[in-house]
């Protein structure tokens, strides 16, 4: 077998998928040497001793180490230091071998080129495979002052909880606003959260930020008309993503794709108070990312089924008549991410293939 498909393999053993397609073996030959293949195919998404690849891979170690290295600062590999010890792991396609390598920016024809590939795929098969599952690997969380005071009863949906609870956060920019270019929002909104953030900082592909200056991104984010979405558990967030519906992939698994399951909505969902809305049209027009909402006889309505609950429009409302409730019908949130993943390889059918490569 061909490494290159070898690898996709790999890759697409892991909740992210990375379904066949001519446009990812043309992204793996860009990211990926031959020589950096052969030695990722030998890896896992687990780490692995620099001794081990190289062993399994039957290099040296010196020679493996020059290309672990040379992957590690691509963004297509992950490394870490442990007692004096480096150890590398694979990255999934989402978050890792897709937007890594757009963090520090772009603005290459080698980026030009790999950001039309990724949009190609993600229509032919990216998109569908990712968001096509009844569990979805991304939430929304609503914005903090959209929630009303006696719902906030769940630590998991109050998004400066994810901040405060954190032992390590990095910033770093939007790859999706990067690759696609789509709209003008701000970009250095993508908060990552420990041993992946230490990485991304040490690679320079981010930069450490305090609490403070994470709440701060999340403030811009709600003014610019940002989603906040991270992992869809309720143990801890990885990251906390601010997404728009033109570019990010998260939301377009629904806006563009029309997948019920693309992302869970959180949840609660808006409601018009019609005696207050003075007929702006703010919330329709400029704050509610699904379009799910629309004017009529000069008052906002809104379309429970298409509402995912960010809360942009409740902020974004100067005459306070639209407010958050809880939905009839609550979405379940898997207590862990480790259950959400195993959820996620039994619905696709490939827990077997993602034990084989962590056993490896």
Request: hydrophobic share 35%; aromatic share 6%; glycine share 6%.
């Amino acid at each position: 077998m061909d490494i290159y498909e070898r690898l996709r393999e790999i890759l697409d053993s892991h909740p992210s998928t990375a379904p066949a397609a001519k446009s990812i073996n043309e992204i793996l030959h860009m990211l990926f040497t031959p020589e950096e293949a052969a030695l990722a195919v030998n890896m896992s998404f687990k780490p692995k001793s620099l001794s081990s690849i190289a062993k399994a891979a039957g290099s040296s170690e010196s020679k493996a180490k020059q290309h672990l290295e040379a992957m590690a600062d691509k963004g297509i590999i992950q490394s870490r230091n442990k007692a004096g010890e480096a150890f590398y792991a694979l990255v999934p396609t989402i978050p890792g071998v897709f937007e890594f390598p757009f963090m520090k920016g772009g603005g290459t024809p080698m980026h030009k080129r790999l950001g039309e590939l990724w949009e190609e795929y993600h229509h032919e098969a990216l998109g569908n495979s990712f968001a096509g599952n009844p569990t979805p690997l991304m939430r929304v969380v609503a914005v903090e002052k959209s929630i009303p005071a006696q719902d906030r009863i769940h630590p998991y949906e109050e998004v400066k909880n994810f901040i405060n609870d954190a032992n390590y956060i990095a910033v770093t920019n939007c790859a999706c606003r990067v690759s696609v270019g789509q709209c003008d929002k701000p970009k250095e909104m993508c908060l990552i959260f420990g041993e992946m953030g230490e990485f991304l900082v040490e690679r320079k592909f981010a930069r450490q930020i305090s609490r403070e200056e994470g709440m701060k991104v999340l403030d811009t984010a709600e003014k610019a008309g940002l989603v906040h979405t991270s992992n869809n558990s309720a143990d801890r967030a990885t990251l906390i993503c601010n997404c728009c519906p033109c570019c990010c992939t998260v939301l377009r698994g629904r806006t563009q794709l029309k997948h019920a399951h693309a992302f869970e909505p959180s949840r609660f969902e808006a409601r018009v108070k019609s005696e207050d809305c003075s007929g702006c049209s703010i919330c329709a027009d400029e704050r509610c990312p699904m379009k799910a909402i629309e004017m009529k006889d000069d008052v906002a309505r809104v379309h429970p089924e298409e509402c995912i609950g960010c809360g942009l429009c409740v902020t974004g409302c100067p005459v306070d008549a639209i407010e958050l409730q809880e939905r009839k019908q609550l979405p379940a949130i898997p207590k862990t991410v480790k259950e959400m993943g195993a959820q996620v390889l039994l619905e696709k059918g490939r827990l077997d293939a993602f034990m084989k490569v962590m056993q490896s």
